[in-house]
């Protein structure tokens, strides 16, 4: 497993060269990516074998420094903010999403992504469908109801005009919606991405949407 440069020659800012039969060093460095960068538990870093107590430090701070550039690599991707609206037979809710994206012109489809466990995901597999209600220019209204997600006895749209659609609830004021049948879905990480044909399609002219743009990709 390539990492970056061998630690020997850089002691401060360094790399590790992770053979892939090295059980051990490959344990570690695994210990190290799940803990964000940092070493679990109190005290110096576990190391095997001989003392290597400064090339385990560089190498976590090496794996710290690439972990942070990719958080704000990742963070310069922008994207727009949604109200994924889903329902089955007797349940209905929504979440508030925005790794979404288009990813094909004919038929017109969208990627979207929830994170593995989430009652939305349960109804988008169950129904096949679902529906995206853009966030306009102001987004503060749709974060402050939608943000904090709902348990499964919660009514998701109290206080807000919804219509029924075939899709999911449609969010009244949201500039555009996109009503969407799952062609896929594969699992990506700790997230599921559903590959879905875009079958119908509402703008409310005039209306902007919101951009969305991140500090951090290692969160939403
Ligand atoms: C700006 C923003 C974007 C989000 N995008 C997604 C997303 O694309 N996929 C996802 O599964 N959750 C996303 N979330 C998290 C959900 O909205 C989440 O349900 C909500 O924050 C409540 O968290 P909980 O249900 O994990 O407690 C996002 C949250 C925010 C604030």
Redesign the pocket.
Known sequence: MLLGQEHDRMPVIAKVLVRDDDAVSLEVVREILQNDGRVAGPGPMRCHGRRQENRCVTTEESLRQERSAVGEALGRIASG?FILTVQDERRSTG??????QQAAFEPPMVT????SG?L?GELVEASGRFLLNVIGADPKPM?KH????FSLDQDAFAGLTIEPTSYGPLISGCPAHLGCRVIQNVRAGD?DLYVAEVEAGRVDEGAQSYT?LRGNGFS?
């Open positions: 903010c979440v508030l999403v925005s790794w979404v979207v992504c929830l994170r989430r939305a974060f939608f943000g904090k997600g997230h969305h939403y």
